[in-house]
């Protein structure tokens, strides 16, 4: 099975089947699906690094199972995390992530469209 697929197939048991409630917050969720997919720390590699204020990812550099970091502007502006899963409208810049919120929420990870105009750090998985 492919990489993004084993990261995406691991995130959806966590979250729909078992609706797991994980100690911490975004990284926390996103490194413990990585991890269970079986690519921890030393089988992930960051390709795309800049800093909150820019400059930014372009929309083709982003692939399913993606780890992003962005500018969550649906939230304050504040940093997020999450699972790249696939395009709502790439021309908009808005597409579905698995998300979790933390913040001591008792709320599994959701599926929901971010603006990823913001995106400031990628990691994929390597074989």
């Known amino acids: 099975m492919p990489t993004a697929s084993l990261i995406l197939a691991q995130a959806r048991v966590m979250t729909v089947v078992k609706r797991e409630i994980l100690r911490g917050g975004c990284w926390d969720y996103v490194d413990a699906v990585w991890s269970r997919a079986g690519y921890p720390a030393?089988?992930?590699?960051?390709?795309?690094?800049?800093?909150?204020?820019?400059?930014?990812?372009?929309?083709?550099?982003?692939?399913?199972?993606?780890?992003?970091?962005?500018?969550?502007?649906?939230?304050?502006?504040?940093?997020?995390?999450?699972?790249?899963?696939d395009w709502a409208d790439r021309d908009r810049l808005k597409a579905y992530l698995l998300s979790y919120a933390g913040e001591k929420r008792a709320e599994p990870a959701r599926y929901k469209i971010y603006d990823l105009s913001g995106v400031y750090r990628i990691v994929r998985a390597k074989d």
């Not at 962005?70 to 939230?75: A, L, T």
């Open 42 to 85: 030393e089988k992930r590699r960051t390709i795309f690094r800049s800093k909150m204020g820019g400059p930014f990812a372009q929309a083709g550099a982003i692939q399913r199972g993606d780890w992003l970091y962005f500018v969550n502007h649906s939230y304050g502006n504040i940093e997020h995390s999450a699972l790249f899963v």
